[in-house]
């Protein structure tokens, strides 16, 4: 079993930024993909940025390239979701999730761990 814990989320102006952190602990040697997904209210939960083990592969939602950046190492156990240039529309409970070997990026039913959300606010 891997354990995930989110931190780093709060209320941010319409343009600001944020760095999510995703603390990855347990088996970890059974994660070799961590992601992050959204979901806001009365919507459909979105994948947003992926990465594997080493950080040398990583994939993102159009929504978010060129604004995100993800990054970090599952074998040092911290994974992060650097947020610039955010936007109302960005407003979340952000999740990371891990997966063994998702057949996609996309594909939430490959990710078997998540954490418990944080809350990402943007105002305009």
């Known amino acids: 079993q891997v354990q995930l814990v989110e931190s780093g989320g709060g209320l941010v102006q319409a343009g600001g930024s944020l760095r999510l952190s995703c603390a990855v602990s347990g088996r970890t040697f059974t994660t070799n993909v961590v992601a992050w997904f959204r979901q806001a209210p009365g919507r459909e939960g979105e994948f947003v940025a992926g990465t594997n083990r080493s950080g040398g592969a990583t994939y993102y939602a159009d929504s978010v390239k060129g604004r995100f950046t993800i990054s970090g190492d599952i074998a040092k156990n911290t994974v992060y979701l650097q947020m610039d240039n955010l936007k109302p529309e960005d407003t979340a409970t952000y999740y990371c999730?891990?997966?063994?070997?998702?057949?996609?990026?996309?594909?939430?039913?490959?990710?078997?761990?998540w954490g418990q959300g944080t809350q990402v606010t943007v105002s305009s």
């Open positions: 999730a891990a997966a063994l070997r998702p057949p996609t990026w996309t594909w939430v039913k490959a990710y078997t761990s």
